[in-house]
């Protein structure tokens, strides 16, 4: 049976032009367009867990229309974290939307396990918590990265 979390976030801010979210806004925040696709590439700073180092890679798909910017990434796109991909789903979605006086991000994060292996000996409520600190952890540096790079097209 998998353990599935969401935090799903909406947040508002200063009306930016719809062309200032270009490449070049996208490489501000770190996102580096892989040519002939609809493809950013992400290289996360390293992660010291227990004894690990992880440096993940996360892929991001990235489209857009007339006024909105949509991004998504799952499992099949983040590289570096194998060995937590065995038992853990990661799922982002996540859209700026240009509104008449403002900006809106809306942003959805789920994280599933799989009670398997070593995950079936722990408590149940002590993996929601994990789960949800991983959410909010994860979530927050994303809006952090989104905010100031929008912050910057002022």
Same mark, same amino acid.
């Given at each position: ?65 007339? !006024? ?75 809006? !952090? ?10």
């Amino acid at each position: 049976m998998n353990i599935e979390k969401t935090l799903t976030k909406q947040f508002f801010c200063h009306h930016i032009s719809f062309d200032q979210i270009n490449t070049e806004y996208l490489s501000k925040i770190g996102l580096i367009k892989i040519i002939n696709s609809d493809l950013y590439v992400y290289q996360s700073k390293v992660y010291k867990l227990l004894n690990w180092e992880l440096k993940p890679k996360i892929f991001f798909r990235i489209y857009r229309d007339k !006024r909105k910017i949509s991004i998504s990434t799952d499992n099949t796109l983040i590289k570096g974290i194998d060995f937590i991909l065995k038992f853990a789903t990661i799922k982002l979605d996540a859209s700026i939307e240009i509104l008449e006086s403002q900006t809106a991000i809306d942003r959805s994060l789920t994280i599933s396990l799989r009670r398997n292996g070593l995950i079936k000996i722990f408590p149940r409520k002590m993996v929601l918590k994990l789960l949800n600190e991983a959410l909010y952890l994860v979530g927050d540096r994303f809006d !952090r990265k989104i905010i100031k790079g929008l912050n910057k097209t002022k």
